[in-house]
Nanobody, 128 residues
Framework: QVQLVESGGGLVQAGDSLRLSCAAS????????MAWFRQAPGKEREFVAA????????YYADSVKGRFTISRDNAKNTVYLQMNSLKPEDTAVYYC?????????????????????WGQGTQVTVSS
């Protein structure tokens, strides 16, 4: 089992940048593909970005492509989400998630069911 703890959230203005971190503990970090999801008030949790076990492959939601960058440091057991050009619609609780197998037949990186472990979330608020 792996434990995930997010940090780095806060209140920023539109156009600002923010970097989220997710520290993992409990098992070998490189055994897990990682992702970020977010959930705004009154909305369903949605996929933001994912990264493969080695970091060689990344995947993004269309809404954040070109503005957000996911990365990982396996030596530090940490995954990051660099968020640039933030918009008010990016306001949400951001969750880190881990998957040991990744997408299997019939699923894809954007599906929450792919991920076995979740953090508690960190709030990001973007004011206009």
């Amino acid at each position: 089992q792996v434990q995930l703890v997010e940090s780095g959230g806060g209140l920023v203005q539109a156009g600002d940048s923010l970097r989220l971190s997710c520290a993992a503990s409990g098992r070998t970090f490189s055994n897990y593909a990682m992702a970020w999801f977010r959930q705004a008030p009154g909305k369903e949790r949605e996929f933001v970005a994912a990264i493969s076990w080695s970091g060689s492959n990344t995947y993004y939601a269309d809404s954040v492509k070109g503005r957000f960058t996911i990365s990982r440091d396996n030596a530090k057991n940490t995954v990051y989400l660099q968020m640039n050009s933030l918009k008010p619609e990016d306001t949400a609780v951001y969750y880190c998630a881990a998957s040991d197998s990744g997408p299997t037949y019939g699923s894809n990186w954007a599906w929450a069911i792919v991920y076995d472990y979740w953090g508690q979330g960190t709030q990001v608020t973007v004011s206009s």
